[in-house]
Each structure stands twice: as structure tokens, then as C-alpha cells.
């Protein structure tokens, strides 16, 4: 009896990987390693309890996004490509005897642009879709004839938009900042008569591949890199199970891509502005000092120029709005975080400790710059980050009495 065939899959995700960057020039090498990930993802879905969502996301038009969708759209299976479509048509297309289908969501921006105002119908299709155990309650029948019945909606979905998506969206997905190709980055001219054969022959050997691996990886439970848990480590973990199964370098740049996208989507997210605050407070106010005056926090936080701090509501933010924040958040004991009165040799004003916020800190922050570093060194050379806390921090932890207890800066 004849063995069956082997399939070299860090060969064949390799093609794939080079079949993307013959058409998009995606803004980090980390990028092409998650979409070409994720396509293969999508051949294995059955196999885990959640589908990242891939996003390619842009401030402007022209940056290549629906070309990289169009290119997704021949590497996985059963593609359904949409630029409108209601969360009903989206449930039972799931649910059709058909297979789960891979859904291509172009021009996203318009569903949960700032102008559309809220979807909720559809924002619920994509994340009760992340989860295998998500679906939706709907009545079926005419008239009083009628009886509840739940659609599945997990599948596989890639989005390009305009924009960003709502946090709830953004969290089950692996972001792609897309950006205009300059002079000197060329692609190929994409031309579908004679491409679309080529991603298919491609996407035929990856569910091949697939159905050699399906048992090894539905039993996978993928080692995670240093301080990824949570949310994004459930985002994550069919990628690097699926770059597990490929061997060869796969699974060290998968877990270096994971790192770097995961710590630019923090940089670039919309978190809430109390875990903004509390995150800029521990990196680049405090910077290793246990304690600080209201008005050196706030005269620190107005220098940041790209941080929110100076127009809250059309207003610097001030030591009330400061207390609020930070009281909506508890100490280590369970109490409020409340401003204390902090010995100086000028006076007496109230301030904040850090032994107050180290809980809110550990809690609530994504890794310091000095913590993502070292676990991105630890995984490959490739993920740079940029200065380190010490770095920012210095001038503030040296400000002089006199200027922290500026009774202006309060206000």
C-alpha cells in the first residue's frame, strides 16, 4: 500500500505568504505573517472554539485593503464577498447545509462609520460569530405559527474599511493598519482572469494540507508568548496553532507577528479613556516615583502632545476630572483611588501613590514598553519597540517641588 503524500506545509504557507505580497505591500512583516495565517486558519475552522477576525483598516482610500481582500477571497474556502448584507441573510447563510462559509465584508466603514450610526444586528453577527458556541434566538413562521430557533454564526469573516470598528469588533480582531504604497514600493497588477486560477490552485493544496493536520491541530494547545492572555490570547491561539502545525520557521514568526500587532493595536485602539490615563500615568508621569502632586500629574499630562489630556469636552483636564477618572478604580486594599496629601519641601498638596495604582495598573494596563520588549526579544530579533520608560520618565521624576505645586495647573 502506497503512503500517502506528504505535504510540506511551511513550503506551501510560504507561497501563500509570497502570492499576498505579489499584489499588497502590508506596513510590517508582522502582517504578512498573520494573513497568511489566517488564510489557512480559515481551511481548519472547525477545528477550534474561536476565528479571529482579520481587519485591514486605513485612514484613507487607496491604501490597498480591498485588494487585500480580494486576494483572501481566493486562499480560503467557501468565500462570500459583501459590501451590504443584513445580519439575517448573514445568520442563514451560516447555517446553510452548504458549509461555513469565509465572509468578506469590503467598505465596513459604512456599517460602523461615525455617520451610520449604530448597527447592532450586525455588530452581534460578527461577535457571537468569534466564539463556535455564538448564534442568534429568532422567531421563524408567519403570523402567531411561529417558533424560536437559533442560527449559527460562527464562520471565518475579513473586513476592510475606512476608519476603526467599535472596540467589541476590534478586540476579536487581528488589525492591519493599511497605508498608500509609496513611489518606491511596486506591486503586481492584479488581473483576475489570470490570478484568480493561481490563489486557487493554492487554496486547493491548503485544504489538502488541512485535512492531513486536522486532528494534530484540533487537539493543539499553543504555547502563548510572555504576557498574552485574555482576549488576546483567544484571538491568537488558532494562529499559532495553525503555524505549530506547519513547523519550519512558522511558529517563531507567528509568536513575534502575535507581539507586534498585538502591541500596535494598543498603540493604536480607542481604549477607554480611563485605562488611556492609567496607562500613561505608570509609563510616562510616575516612571518608577511612588508618589506625585495633582498639579505635577497634570502639568506632566498636558505635555503629552499626543494624548487627549488637553481637550476633554472642549477642556484641559483638570484635578477634578483627574479624581473621577481614577476613582471609577481601586487600590490594592479595595478602595477608591482617591488623592492623598504628599509631603514636599514647599507645602502640602494632594496627590496620588503609586502603591494606590499598582493594582489598577497590573489589572487594566497592556504591558509596559520595558515588559513587551523583553518578551518580544525573547520570541525574535524582528519586533523593535521604541524608548523605554526611563527614557520619558526622567524629566518628570526630576520636576522641582516649586513647579509640581503650581496652584494654575490645577485648573
Not at 499584489?23 to 474561536?50: G, K, M, Q, R, S
Not at 460562527?154 to 469588533?169: E, I, K
Not at 485602539?269 to 498639579?295: C, H, Y
Amino acid at each position: 500500500m502506497t503512503a500517502p503524500h506528504t505535504i510540506d506545509g511551511a513550503a506551501l504557507l510560504d507561497e501563500v505568504e509570497a502570492f499576498h505580497r505579489r499584489f499588497n505591500v502590508f506596513p510590517t512583516e508582522a502582517a504578512y505573517v498573520a494573513v497568511a495565517l489566517w488564510d489557512a486558519h480559515a481551511h481548519l475552522i472547525d477545528c477550534f472554539e474561536t476565528t479571529p477576525r482579520i481587519a485591514f483598516l486605513s485612514p484613507e482610500p487607496g491604501s490597498g485593503k480591498s485588494r487585500a481582500l480580494e486576494i483572501v477571497e481566493l486562499l480560503t474556502p467557501r468565500p462570500v464577498a459583501t459590501v451590504s448584507a443584513s445580519a439575517n441573510a448573514l445568520y442563514r447563510l451560516v447555517d446553510s447545509a452548504e458549509g461555513l462559509p469565509t465572509v468578506l465584508f469590503d467598505e465596513v466603514d459604512t456599517i460602523f462609520g461615525p455617520k451610520a450610526g449604530a448597527d447592532e444586528a450586525l455588530r452581534g453577527f460578527l461577535n457571537a460569530g468569534y466564539r463556535r458556541i455564538g448564534g442568534a434566538l429568532r422567531c421563524v413562521g408567519e403570523g402567531s405559527n411561529q417558533n424560536a430557533q437559533v442560527f449559527n454564526s460562527y464562520c471565518a469573516v475579513a473586513m476592510a474599511g475606512l476608519g476603526s470598528l467599535p472596540d467589541t469588533v476590534l478586540t476579536r480582531s487581528v488589525i492591519v493598519r493599511m497605508r498608500k504604497r509609496a513611489p518606491n514600493e511596486k506591486v503586481e497588477p492584479y488581473r483576475q482572469r489570470i490570478h484568480e486560477k493561481q490563489g486557487h490552485a493554492l487554496r486547493d493544496r491548503l485544504a489538502k494540507w488541512a485535512d492531513t493536520v486536522r486532528d494534530q491541530v484540533s487537539q493543539a494547545w499553543p504555547a502563548m508568548p510572555d504576557g498574552v492572555s485574555d482576549r488576546p490570547a483567544d484571538v491568537w491561539e488558532p494562529l499559532l496553532a495553525v503555524a505549530d502545525a506547519i513547523g519550519g520557521d512558522w511558529p517563531g514568526r507567528a509568536r513575534a507577528a502575535c507581539l507586534e500587532l498585538i502591541s500596535a493595536a494598543h498603540d493604536n485602539d480607542e481604549a477607554s479613556l480611563g485605562v488611556r490615563l492609567l496607562t500613561d500615568l505608570r509609563d510616562k508621569v510616575f516612571g518608577g516615583a511612588d508618589r506625585m502632586p495633582t498639579a505635577a500629574i497634570i502639568e506632566c499630562l498636558l505635555r503629552m502632545d499626543d494624548a487627549p489630556w488637553g481637550d476633554l469636552d472642549d477642556k484641559p483636564i483638570n484635578s477634578r476630572t483627574l479624581a473621577r477618572l481614577l476613582g471609577q478604580y481601586v487600590t490594592p486594599a479595595n478602595k477608591p483611588i482617591k488623592p492623598r496629601g504628599i509631603r514636599t519641601p514647599s507645602g502640602f498638596p494632594k496627590g496620588y501613590y503609586a502603591e494606590d495604582l499598582t493594582d489598577a495598573w497590573t489589572r487594566y494596563c497592556p504591558p509596559s514598553p520595558e515588559e513587551s520588549a523583553t518578551s518580544a526579544t525573547s520570541a525574535t530579533p524582528q519586533v523593535n519597540r521604541g524608548e523605554s520608560v526611563a527614557d520619558t520618565a526622567t524629566p518628570i521624576r526630576h520636576m522641582s517641588a516649586e513647579a509640581a505645586t503650581q496652584p494654575t495647573l490645577a485648573h
